[in-house]
T-cell receptor, first 110, second 114 residues
Framework: QKEVEQDPGPLSVPEGAIVSLNCTYS??????FMWYRQYSRKGPELLMY????GNKEDGRFTAQVDKSSKYISLFIRDSQPSDSATYLC??????????FGKGTRLSVIA | DVKVTQSSRYLVKRTGEKVFLECVQD?????MFWYRQDPGLGLRLIYF???????EKGDIPEGYSVSREKKERFSLILESASTNQTSMYLC?????????????FGPGTRLTVT
Protein backbone atom coordinates (compact mmCIF):
# COMPACT_ATOMS: atom_id res chain seq x y z
CA GLN A 1 0.00 0.00 0.00
CA LYS A 2 1.31 3.39 -1.00
CA GLU A 3 1.87 5.85 1.84
CA VAL A 4 -0.27 8.50 0.16
CA GLU A 5 -3.11 7.78 -2.25
CA GLN A 6 -4.62 10.46 -4.43
CA ASP A 7 -6.99 10.09 -7.35
CA PRO A 8 -5.16 11.57 -10.37
CA GLY A 9 -8.35 12.62 -12.15
CA PRO A 10 -8.63 14.45 -14.44
CA LEU A 11 -11.48 16.34 -12.85
CA SER A 12 -13.49 18.79 -14.94
CA VAL A 13 -16.07 21.12 -13.38
CA PRO A 14 -18.05 24.20 -14.50
CA GLU A 15 -17.10 27.62 -13.19
CA GLY A 16 -18.69 28.33 -9.82
CA ALA A 17 -18.82 24.69 -8.72
CA ILE A 18 -17.58 23.43 -5.37
CA VAL A 19 -14.57 21.20 -5.84
CA SER A 20 -13.53 18.47 -3.43
CA LEU A 21 -10.05 16.95 -3.67
CA ASN A 22 -9.06 14.10 -1.39
CA CYS A 23 -6.14 12.00 -0.23
CA THR A 24 -5.78 9.03 2.07
CA TYR A 25 -2.63 8.02 3.86
CA SER A 26 -1.34 5.10 5.86
CA UNK A 27 1.42 6.49 8.09
CA UNK A 28 0.01 7.70 11.40
CA UNK A 29 3.28 9.56 12.09
CA UNK A 30 2.37 12.32 9.64
CA UNK A 31 2.00 15.63 11.45
CA UNK A 32 1.79 18.31 8.76
CA PHE A 33 -0.63 18.06 5.87
CA MET A 34 -0.15 20.30 2.89
CA TRP A 35 -1.61 21.08 -0.48
CA TYR A 36 0.59 22.27 -3.31
CA ARG A 37 -0.76 23.75 -6.54
CA GLN A 38 1.09 23.29 -9.81
CA TYR A 39 0.18 25.26 -12.91
CA SER A 40 1.11 23.89 -16.30
CA ARG A 41 4.85 24.18 -17.04
CA LYS A 42 5.58 25.51 -13.54
CA GLY A 43 6.94 24.07 -10.31
CA PRO A 44 4.54 23.32 -7.42
CA GLU A 45 3.79 26.08 -4.89
CA LEU A 46 2.50 25.69 -1.36
CA LEU A 47 -1.20 26.51 -1.23
CA MET A 48 -2.20 25.58 2.33
CA TYR A 49 -1.09 23.52 5.27
CA UNK A 50 -2.61 22.22 8.48
CA UNK A 51 -1.11 20.69 11.57
CA UNK A 52 -2.82 17.61 13.00
CA UNK A 53 -6.60 17.35 12.69
CA GLY A 54 -9.08 20.09 11.96
CA ASN A 55 -10.03 22.65 9.35
CA LYS A 56 -8.25 25.65 7.95
CA GLU A 57 -9.83 28.24 5.72
CA ASP A 58 -8.18 30.72 3.36
CA GLY A 59 -10.53 32.65 1.13
CA ARG A 60 -12.26 30.19 -1.19
CA PHE A 61 -10.08 27.30 -0.03
CA THR A 62 -10.65 25.02 2.96
CA ALA A 63 -8.26 22.27 4.03
CA GLN A 64 -9.59 19.52 6.25
CA VAL A 65 -7.74 16.76 8.09
CA ASP A 66 -9.31 13.73 9.77
CA LYS A 67 -6.48 11.83 11.42
CA SER A 68 -8.79 9.15 12.80
CA SER A 69 -9.73 8.19 9.24
CA LYS A 70 -6.33 9.12 7.73
CA TYR A 71 -8.12 11.30 5.22
CA ILE A 72 -7.45 14.85 4.05
CA SER A 73 -9.50 17.09 1.80
CA LEU A 74 -9.22 20.38 -0.05
CA PHE A 75 -12.43 22.23 -0.89
CA ILE A 76 -12.57 25.03 -3.42
CA ARG A 77 -15.71 27.19 -3.36
CA ASP A 78 -16.88 29.23 -6.34
CA SER A 79 -14.22 27.65 -8.52
CA GLN A 80 -12.65 29.82 -11.22
CA PRO A 81 -10.85 28.98 -14.48
CA SER A 82 -7.69 30.30 -12.80
CA ASP A 83 -7.98 27.38 -10.35
CA SER A 84 -7.22 24.97 -13.21
CA ALA A 85 -4.03 23.22 -12.12
CA THR A 86 -2.71 20.02 -10.63
CA TYR A 87 -3.20 19.78 -6.86
CA LEU A 88 -0.77 17.66 -4.88
CA CYS A 89 -1.37 16.56 -1.34
CA UNK A 90 1.73 16.00 0.71
CA UNK A 91 2.58 15.01 4.23
CA UNK A 92 5.50 15.39 6.53
CA UNK A 93 6.27 12.88 9.27
CA UNK A 94 8.47 15.42 11.03
CA UNK A 95 12.09 14.93 10.12
CA UNK A 96 12.27 13.25 6.74
CA UNK A 97 11.41 14.44 3.22
CA UNK A 98 7.85 15.09 2.21
CA UNK A 99 5.72 12.29 0.81
CA PHE A 100 3.63 13.42 -2.15
CA GLY A 101 0.42 12.10 -3.63
CA LYS A 102 0.35 11.69 -7.40
CA GLY A 103 -1.65 14.90 -7.88
CA THR A 104 -5.17 15.56 -9.17
CA ARG A 105 -5.49 17.49 -12.40
CA LEU A 106 -8.38 19.97 -12.19
CA SER A 107 -9.97 21.89 -15.06
CA VAL A 108 -12.55 24.60 -14.36
CA ILE A 109 -14.54 25.35 -17.48
CA ALA A 110 -15.87 28.90 -18.03
CA ASP B 1 11.60 36.96 -2.84
CA VAL B 2 12.42 33.26 -2.89
CA LYS B 3 14.09 32.12 -6.07
CA VAL B 4 15.07 28.68 -7.30
CA THR B 5 16.46 28.53 -10.82
CA GLN B 6 17.24 25.55 -12.99
CA SER B 7 19.81 25.68 -15.75
CA SER B 8 17.52 24.69 -18.62
CA ARG B 9 13.78 24.54 -19.22
CA TYR B 10 14.09 22.02 -22.04
CA LEU B 11 16.94 19.64 -22.81
CA VAL B 12 17.35 16.96 -25.46
CA LYS B 13 20.17 14.43 -25.05
CA ARG B 14 21.19 11.18 -26.69
CA THR B 15 21.32 7.79 -25.02
CA GLY B 16 24.62 7.25 -23.27
CA GLU B 17 25.45 10.94 -22.84
CA LYS B 18 26.44 12.34 -19.46
CA VAL B 19 23.88 14.95 -18.44
CA PHE B 20 24.19 17.69 -15.85
CA LEU B 21 21.14 19.45 -14.42
CA GLU B 22 21.90 22.41 -12.23
CA CYS B 23 19.84 24.08 -9.56
CA VAL B 24 20.73 27.37 -7.90
CA GLN B 25 18.96 29.05 -4.98
CA ASP B 26 19.39 32.52 -3.56
CA UNK B 27 17.69 31.95 -0.20
CA UNK B 28 20.59 30.50 1.81
CA UNK B 29 18.53 27.36 2.41
CA UNK B 30 20.31 24.35 3.83
CA UNK B 31 18.20 21.60 2.30
CA MET B 32 17.93 20.87 -1.41
CA PHE B 33 16.07 18.15 -3.29
CA TRP B 34 15.83 16.64 -6.75
CA TYR B 35 12.57 15.07 -7.93
CA ARG B 36 11.34 13.68 -11.17
CA GLN B 37 7.70 13.98 -12.16
CA ASP B 38 6.00 11.56 -14.55
CA PRO B 39 2.34 11.20 -15.58
CA GLY B 40 0.61 8.67 -13.39
CA LEU B 41 3.58 8.38 -11.03
CA GLY B 42 3.65 11.83 -9.48
CA LEU B 43 6.68 13.38 -7.80
CA ARG B 44 9.41 10.96 -6.83
CA LEU B 45 12.44 11.90 -4.77
CA ILE B 46 15.79 11.09 -6.36
CA TYR B 47 18.35 12.61 -3.96
CA PHE B 48 18.48 15.27 -1.32
CA UNK B 49 21.13 17.16 0.60
CA UNK B 50 21.04 18.64 4.10
CA UNK B 51 24.34 20.46 3.80
CA UNK B 52 27.29 21.13 1.57
CA UNK B 53 29.03 17.92 0.49
CA UNK B 54 26.27 15.84 2.10
CA UNK B 55 23.81 13.74 0.14
CA GLU B 56 21.11 11.20 0.86
CA LYS B 57 19.40 8.77 -1.47
CA GLY B 58 15.73 9.24 -2.09
CA ASP B 59 13.27 6.70 -3.42
CA ILE B 60 14.73 6.28 -6.92
CA PRO B 61 18.49 7.07 -6.93
CA GLU B 62 19.49 4.41 -9.47
CA GLY B 63 21.14 5.89 -12.53
CA TYR B 64 21.67 9.27 -10.88
CA SER B 65 24.29 10.99 -8.76
CA VAL B 66 24.45 14.44 -7.20
CA SER B 67 26.98 17.05 -6.23
CA ARG B 68 26.78 19.86 -3.72
CA GLU B 69 30.06 21.74 -3.52
CA LYS B 70 28.47 25.06 -2.59
CA LYS B 71 25.44 25.77 -0.44
CA GLU B 72 23.51 27.49 -3.20
CA ARG B 73 24.07 24.91 -5.94
CA PHE B 74 22.84 21.34 -6.22
CA SER B 75 23.61 19.36 -9.37
CA LEU B 76 21.94 16.20 -10.63
CA ILE B 77 24.06 14.00 -12.87
CA LEU B 78 22.89 11.30 -15.22
CA GLU B 79 26.07 9.31 -15.77
CA SER B 80 24.81 7.58 -18.91
CA ALA B 81 21.41 8.84 -19.98
CA SER B 82 18.78 6.31 -20.95
CA THR B 83 15.36 6.74 -22.57
CA ASN B 84 13.60 5.82 -19.32
CA GLN B 85 15.10 8.94 -17.78
CA THR B 86 13.00 11.13 -20.05
CA SER B 87 11.03 13.15 -17.53
CA MET B 88 10.38 16.48 -15.87
CA TYR B 89 13.04 17.18 -13.24
CA LEU B 90 12.25 19.52 -10.38
CA CYS B 91 14.62 21.00 -7.84
CA UNK B 92 13.35 22.19 -4.46
CA UNK B 93 14.80 23.85 -1.38
CA UNK B 94 13.87 24.16 2.30
CA UNK B 95 15.29 26.14 5.18
CA UNK B 96 16.78 23.71 7.68
CA UNK B 97 15.72 23.85 11.32
CA UNK B 98 12.07 24.37 10.45
CA UNK B 99 9.25 22.01 9.77
CA UNK B 100 9.60 20.37 6.40
CA UNK B 101 6.38 21.63 4.92
CA UNK B 102 7.39 24.68 2.91
CA UNK B 103 9.52 23.57 0.04
CA UNK B 104 10.23 25.99 -2.78
CA PHE B 105 10.40 24.52 -6.25
CA GLY B 106 12.18 25.61 -9.38
CA PRO B 107 10.36 25.79 -12.74
CA GLY B 108 11.55 22.36 -13.83
CA THR B 109 13.69 20.95 -16.63
CA ARG B 110 11.96 18.80 -19.21
CA LEU B 111 14.58 16.28 -20.32
CA THR B 112 14.13 14.13 -23.41
CA VAL B 113 16.58 11.30 -24.03
CA THR B 114 16.50 9.93 -27.57
Amino acid sequence: QKEVEQDPGPLSVPEGAIVSLNCTYSNSAFQYFMWYRQYSRKGPELLMYTYSSGNKEDGRFTAQVDKSSKYISLFIRDSQPSDSATYLCTMDPGNTPLVFGKGTRLSVIA
Amino acid sequence: DVKVTQSSRYLVKRTGEKVFLECVQDMDHENMFWYRQDPGLGLRLIYFSYDVKMKEKGDIPEGYSVSREKKERFSLILESASTNQTSMYLCATHQGGQEMYEQYFGPGTRLTVT
